[in-house]
């Protein structure tokens, strides 16, 4: 790696500031360009992910996941750009309940990462990308936790049922629409999972990849997405167990409607045979 990559200061050199960040998810995905596009008053300092400062030492880091985090930002601004991230086509609303904040001090020493709190020697564009990265993935993380979670919990009345009776207790349609939500999460977790790559920064910095290595630590990224890859392919096997039961008993169903069509003809025949004979004996 090279220790000489550029870098970009946003502070004076061994100025010290304490930054307090908040993280928000927004269920969908960010069209970033398309935000530029549509707010070119606030001021880019870099793009994808994209990096604003639209007040004086605020800055918004945006992710095309669905992250976003703001350095600094009075309660004010973070609405606006709430607002204004909620009129972009096909982004739902904020995910209240994945929100996290984090206290990042700049001076330090030298960069390190604790459990509520980073230090950073200096504050440059890459650290604010590479820790706005990793607070991001982990606020992402909460929301598909909790969709996983909720689609493995429709499952269970329909295992409980496998394993206690030995069939399928609910309905047709119950079951489709409990196999259409999990193949619904599954896609949209999948579909977002492929952006949590690493930042192209620590490809040339040994020191940035240090950073984003504690990062990636300090919030189990890698335990939570191992955990999430397995709870989908759990809801996989199990969607396609639902499936191929409910292909069986409609087969089934469809062997005992023949069944029951023959027979109703075998009865017609025999009528239509006995009927004659019946009515010659009356006479």
């Not at 650290?127 to 429709?154: P, T």
């Not at 196999?179 to 977790?189: I, S």
């Not at 397995?230 to 639902?242: R, S």
């Amino acid at each position: 790696m090279n220790q000489m990559s550029r870098v970009h200061p946003l502070l004076p050199e061994g100025e010290a500031r304490a930054f307090r960040l908040q993280a928000d998810y927004f269920v969908g995905q960010i069209d970033l360009k398309g935000f530029s596009a549509a707010h070119p008053h606030h001021p880019i300092l870099g793009t994808n992910p994209l990096v604003l400062e639209p007040q004086k030492g605020s800055f918004v880091f945006l992710s095309r996941f669905g992250g976003v985090v703001f350095w600094n930002c009075p309660e004010p601004l973070i609405r606006q750009i709430h607002e204004e991230l909620k009129a972009l086509p096909g982004l739902n609303q904020v995910e209240e309940q994945a929100r996290d904040f984090l206290n990042v001090k700049v001076g330090a020493a030298e960069d390190s990462v604790g459990f509520s709190e980073v230090q950073l020697r200096e504050f440059t564009l890459e650290k604010l990308r590479i820790v706005s990265l990793a607070l991001a993935q982990s606020v992402a993380l909460d929301h598909f936790e909790s969709a996983v979670s909720q689609a493995m919990a429709r499952f269970q009345p329909v295992v409980k049922a496998l394993s206690h009776e030995g069939r399928l207790a609910l309905q047709h349609r119950e079951v489709l629409r409990i196999v259409g939500f999990a193949l619904e999460v599954r896609a949209a977790v999948l579909n977002n999972l492929t952006l949590f790559d690493d930042p192209p920064e620590t490809w040339e910095s040994e020191s940035l990849a240090h950073l984003d290595s504690a990062l990636y630590g300090q919030f189990d990224l890698a335990e939570r997405l191992g955990a999430i890859r397995e709870k989908l392919g759990y809801l996989h096997d199990a969607g396609a167990t639902f499936l191929g039961l409910l292909d069986t008993r409609k087969s089934r169903r469809l062997e005992w409607i023949i069944i029951l069509l023959i027979f109703v003809e075998l009865l017609l025949a025999f009528g239509k045979d006995l009927l004659p004979s019946g009515l010659l004996h009356l006479k």
